[in-house]
């Protein structure tokens, strides 16, 4: 079965420090995989997705980054973090013909 | 690109009552359309799908219907439960590509 593993689950950052979020996929190659940033009651905002190692469409424009070094890895970067990157971020997957998958997320905490 | 549009936003129903969510989407070249409950703090599963060639598809006390024709369709829960307050995430894309969309999310309270 395809699963996401993703780290870590919570996280409490000051402002201006780095970010590094990994998610890594099991149980299926090749698959699309996003970002989502959900703010507190609120929707699914998607941040970034990728179809290929390298390849990374960005949806919404922020100061975080995306990468994809691995088929089944996606990283999510800041350079510095701001207090509005407070958030619970999910890691998503789709494998061909197949629904989307989620990680378990991580509540990210800027102070 | 598709747009996805969910409602109601809120939904409290009284336990043992139905609920009815319902999407719209705009893009005619989607065939896949996926219903997701969130709970507090958790992540979203899926708890039912609908492709574009079935009308109406259910499980248990949980139907989905499709309208192709209007863009639009409709997650059911019957004799809601208070383990069925939840968020719902509606979706609608192709089953493998990038324009997978997630509607804005509808909170539903059913009340004991």
């Known amino acids: 079965s395809q699963t996401i593993h993703q780290w870590p689950a919570t996280l409490v950052q000051p402002v201006g420090s780095p970010l590094s979020l990994e998610c890594t996929v099991e149980?299926?190659?090749?698959?699309?995989l996003y970002w989502y940033r959900q703010a507190a009651g609120r929707g699914l905002q998607l941040l970034f997705y990728?179809?290929?190692?390298?390849?990374i469409s960005s949806e919404v424009p922020q100061n975080l980054s995306a990468s994809r070094p691995q088929d089944r890895q996606f990283i999510l970067s800041s350079k510095k973090l701001l207090l509005s990157d407070s958030g619970f971020y999910l890691c998503a997957g789709q494998g061909p013909g197949t629904e989307a998958f989620f990680g378990q997320g991580t509540r990210l905490t800027v102070v | 690109g598709e747009n996805v549009e969910q409602h109601p936003s809120t939904l409290s129903v009284q336990e043992g009552d139905s609920a009815v969510i319902k999407c719209t989407y705009s893009?005619?070249?989607?065939?896949?359309f996926p219903w997701y409950k969130q709970e507090l703090g958790k992540r979203p599963q899926l708890i039912i799908d609908?492709?574009?060639?079935?009308g109406e598809k259910k499980d248990q006390r949980i139907a989905v219907t499709l309208n192709k024709t209007a863009k639009h369709f409709s997650l059911h829960i019957t004799e809601t439960q208070p383990e069925d307050s939840a968020v719902y995430f509606c979706a609608a894309g192709l089953p493998y590509g990038q324009n997978f969309v997630f509607g804005p999310g509808t909170r539903l309270s059913v009340l004991p």
């Open positions: 990728s179809v290929g190692i390298g390849q």
């Open positions: 149980g299926t190659s090749n698959p699309n």
């Open positions: 609908i492709r574009s060639n079935v």
């Open positions: 893009d005619s070249a989607s065939n896949y």
